[in-house]
């Protein structure tokens, strides 16, 4: 299928493969218009970094007149410059309006969700100023105080956390017992078990995740409210105008955040477009183990058995040069321990 030029997907990826690999095994079953997808490698040279690579080449592979991989030359650089030489210099976004980022482990479980979104945004930007809007991500401060509200949650989240928590960056901030900040670096973020609690009546009930949003409305979200975004659309232009000194920031999410409250560019949340966000970057070890499972609870959504199979033989075949990678390590490891000794007790290092 032709690709259509009016708007495209761009995936940001580091070296989170296996996060990657579900999410693209997503978009399979969920982008169906022939909307460019465009995986923007944002890795150093290192091995997971490599694998990312071979995981978005080999997808895109498979549809080569609508996925493209690129490799920016800032790479690995804060997202925001990513983002912006890729959207004003890659021949592939030259005439593209509309971008939805989303991250490489943001999961849309609903086909043609793009559409959904592109026609909320041009809805709300045809009545106010609108900076993007966003799907109803399971894994987000602002969205899973929501979600807790739709479940009925609150009192099983207070059997979890009935103490007051530590937010904010280095903890700067205590929010009282029974209650979630949903601004930067919020309770979410913070407590990585809140997370995998949410991932279990979310990422592993999809049917009840799809079934208990569908009749909800676009809800805008706060201009107060520090926005994590992992999913959202936009004009091109948009991002094109950030001018990172007005805001003394290089971070892409504090940009937008000021840029939408200080220039009021309203967002939006698309409540019916359901989406799984795996993890935050304190997450990513400690939940690492919920991977297999969300992996089937995709597999099983979609009917598509083969996704399991993938992840699988995705581990085995790189297994062999992360073993020799580890092994390479603890050897400079020790010959770097060995100096550092000689050097203590003043033995000349031949």
Same mark, same amino acid.
């Given at each position: @299928? ?19 690999? /579900?999410? +693209? ?15 923007? +490698?944002?890795?150093?040279?290192? /091995? ?5 690579? %071979? ?37 592939? &976004?030259?005439?593209?309006? %509309? ?80 209650? @979630? ?11 990585? %078990? ?28 706060? +201009? ?7 999913? @959202? ?20 999410? @504090?940009?937008?955040? &000021? ?20 993890? %935050? ?29 993938? /992840? ?39």
């Amino acid at each position: @299928m032709k690709a259509d030029n009016e708007i495209a997907i761009i995936v940001l990826a580091c070296k989170d493969y296996e996060s990657l690999q /579900l999410t +693209l095994g997503a978009l399979n079953h969920t982008v169906l218009n022939g909307e460019k997808v465009i995986i923007i +490698l944002n890795g150093d040279n290192a /091995l997971r970094s490599g694998i990312t690579e %071979y995981v978005a080449r080999t997808w895109c592979a498979a549809q080569p007149q609508n996925r493209f991989v690129v490799k920016p030359l800032c790479a690995p650089a804060e997202p925001y410059f990513a983002i912006r030489e890729v959207l004003e210099t890659y021949p592939q &976004l030259k005439d593209t309006r %509309y971008i939805c980022k989303i991250d490489d482990d943001i999961i849309p479980i609903k086909p043609n969700w793009l559409p959904e979104l592109l026609a909320a945004y041009k809805a709300a930007a045809g009545r106010q100023r609108t900076g993007f809007v966003t799907g109803l991500i399971n894994n987000n401060c602002w969205a899973t105080e929501e979600l807790i509200t739709l479940y009925d949650k609150w009192e099983e989240y207070n059997q979890l956390h009935g103490y007051q928590t530590h937010t904010g960056w280095g903890g700067r901030r205590v929010t009282e017992a029974g209650r @979630m900040d949903y601004q930067d670096f919020g309770t979410l973020w913070h407590y990585p %078990y809140i997370a995998r609690w949410v991932h279990q009546w979310t990422s592993l009930d999809l049917p009840r995740f799809i079934d208990i949003t569908h009749p909800l409305p676009v809800k805008e979200i706060p +201009l107060s409210v520090y926005y994590s975004i992992g999913c @959202m659309l936009f004009e091109k232009e948009f991002w094109l105008s950030f001018v990172p000194e007005d805001f003394n920031s290089t971070t892409d999410e @504090m940009i937008v955040f &000021l840029k939408c409250r200080d220039e009021h560019y309203h967002k939006w949340a698309v409540m019916n477009q359901p989406m799984i966000h795996l993890f %935050y970057t304190r997450h990513r070890l400690i939940n690492q183990d919920l991977l297999d499972d969300i992996n089937a609870s995709l597999a099983s959504h979609f009917q598509d058995p083969a996704m399991s199979g993938q /992840l699988k033989a995705l581990r085995q075949q790189f297994q062999p040069a992360l073993q020799q990678q580890m092994a390479t390590m603890q050897e400079d490891f020790v010959r770097m321990r060995e100096r550092i000794d000689l050097l203590l007790n003043n033995v000349e290092i031949q």
